[in-house]
C-alpha cells in the first residue's frame, strides 16, 4: 500500500510540475505574442513620425520661400494696396508662429528614438524565445522570465509610448487605420492655409487696390 501511495504522490508531483511548465511557457508564448505587436507599433510610429517631418520640412520651406517672396514685392512694388501688405504681414506672422510650434514638437527626434526602441524590444523577444527553447528547470526558467518582463517594463517606463493608432495598425494589419490625429491633420492642411493666403493676397489685393498707405 505505502508503495502505491509514493508512486501516486510521484505522479502527482510530476503532473503538478508539467502543469506549471505548461503554464510558464503559456506565458511566455504570449508575451513574445505582445512584443512583437508592440514592437511593431514602435516601428510604425518611428514612419509616422518621420513622415510628418518630411512634410513639415517641405511646407515650411514653401512657406519661407512664399514669404519671402511677398516681402520683395512691397519692397519693389511703390503702390502696394493696404490689403496686399496685411496680408503678406500675416503670412509673415503665421510662418514665424508655425516653425515655432513644429520645433518643438521633435518629429524627428521623437522618430529616432521609437526606432532604437524597437530594436531594444527585438532583442527581449529574440531572449523570451531563446528562452522557451531551454531545458532550464522550471525555477531557473522563471526568474529568467521576470528579469526579461522587468527590463520590458522598465524601457516602457524610460520610452514615449505609440499612439492608438500606431497600436491598432500593429495589431490588425489587415484592416486599414485612418489616422484622424490632430498632428496629421494639421501637417495635411497646411496646402490648403497657403492656397488661401495666395488667393487673400491677389484676389482681396486687387479687389481693394485703390486703398493704398
Same mark, same amino acid.
Given at each position: 500500500?505505502?508503495?502505491?501511495?509514493?508512486?501516486? @504522490?510521484?505522479?502527482?508531483?510530476?503532473?503538478?510540475?508539467?502543469?506549471?511548465?505548461?503554464? %510558464? !511557457?503559456?506565458?511566455?508564448?504570449?508575451?513574445?505574442?505582445? +512584443?512583437?505587436?508592440?514592437?511593431?507599433?514602435?516601428?510604425?510610429?518611428?514612419?509616422?513620425?518621420? #513622415?510628418?517631418?518630411?512634410?513639415?520640412?517641405?511646407? %515650411?520651406?514653401?512657406?519661407? $520661400?512664399?514669404?519671402?517672396?511677398?516681402?520683395?514685392?512691397?519692397?519693389?512694388?511703390? @503702390?502696394?494696396?493696404? $490689403?496686399?501688405?496685411?496680408?503678406?504681414?500675416?503670412?509673415?506672422?503665421? &510662418?514665424?508662429?508655425?516653425?515655432?510650434?513644429?520645433? &518643438?514638437?521633435?518629429?524627428?527626434?521623437?522618430?529616432?528614438?521609437?526606432?532604437?526602441?524597437?530594436?531594444?524590444?527585438?532583442?527581449?523577444? #529574440?531572449?523570451?524565445?531563446?528562452?522557451?527553447?531551454?531545458?532550464?528547470?522550471?525555477?531557473?526558467?522563471?526568474?529568467?522570465?521576470?528579469?526579461?518582463?522587468?527590463?520590458?517594463?522598465?524601457?516602457?517606463?524610460?520610452?514615449?509610448?505609440?499612439?492608438e493608432y500606431d497600436y491598432?495598425?500593429?495589431?490588425?494589419?489587415?484592416?486599414?487605420? %485612418?489616422?484622424?490625429?490632430? !498632428? @496629421?491633420?494639421?501637417?495635411?492642411?497646411?496646402?490648403?492655409?497657403?492656397? %488661401?493666403?495666395?488667393?487673400?493676397? +491677389?484676389?482681396?489685393?486687387?479687389?481693394? @487696390?485703390?486703398? &493704398?498707405?
Amino acid at each position: 500500500m505505502s508503495f502505491n501511495k509514493n508512486v501516486k @504522490n510521484i505522479k502527482k508531483k510530476n503532473n503538478s510540475k508539467n502543469s506549471n511548465f505548461d503554464k %510558464l !511557457d503559456e506565458m511566455i508564448q504570449d508575451e513574445i505574442r505582445k +512584443l512583437k505587436i508592440v514592437r511593431r507599433a514602435r516601428i510604425l510610429a518611428s514612419e509616422r513620425l518621420g #513622415e510628418y517631418a518630411s512634410k513639415w520640412d517641405m511646407y %515650411l520651406l514653401w512657406m519661407a $520661400i512664399l514669404s519671402s517672396a511677398l516681402l520683395v514685392i512691397s519692397l519693389i512694388v511703390p @503702390n502696394e494696396g493696404l $490689403i496686399k501688405k496685411v496680408v503678406s504681414g500675416c503670412f509673415s506672422m503665421y &510662418t514665424v508662429i508655425i516653425q515655432y510650434y513644429v520645433s &518643438t514638437l521633435n518629429y524627428r527626434e521623437r522618430a529616432l528614438k521609437f526606432h532604437y526602441h524597437h530594436i531594444e524590444i527585438n532583442k527581449l523577444k #529574440e531572449s523570451l524565445q531563446w528562452l522557451s527553447l531551454q531545458g532550464y528547470n522550471f525555477k531557473k526558467k522563471n526568474a529568467k522570465f521576470k528579469v526579461i518582463v522587468e527590463k520590458y517594463n522598465l524601457i516602457l517606463q524610460q520610452q514615449e509610448n505609440h499612439s492608438e493608432y500606431d497600436y491598432h495598425r500593429a495589431k490588425c494589419k489587415e484592416i486599414r487605420q %485612418l489616422d484622424f490625429s490632430m !498632428d @496629421n491633420i494639421f501637417v495635411n492642411i497646411q496646402p490648403i492655409v497657403i492656397i %488661401l493666403f495666395i488667393l487673400s493676397y +491677389l484676389f482681396l489685393g486687387g479687389i481693394c @487696390n485703390e486703398i &493704398t498707405i
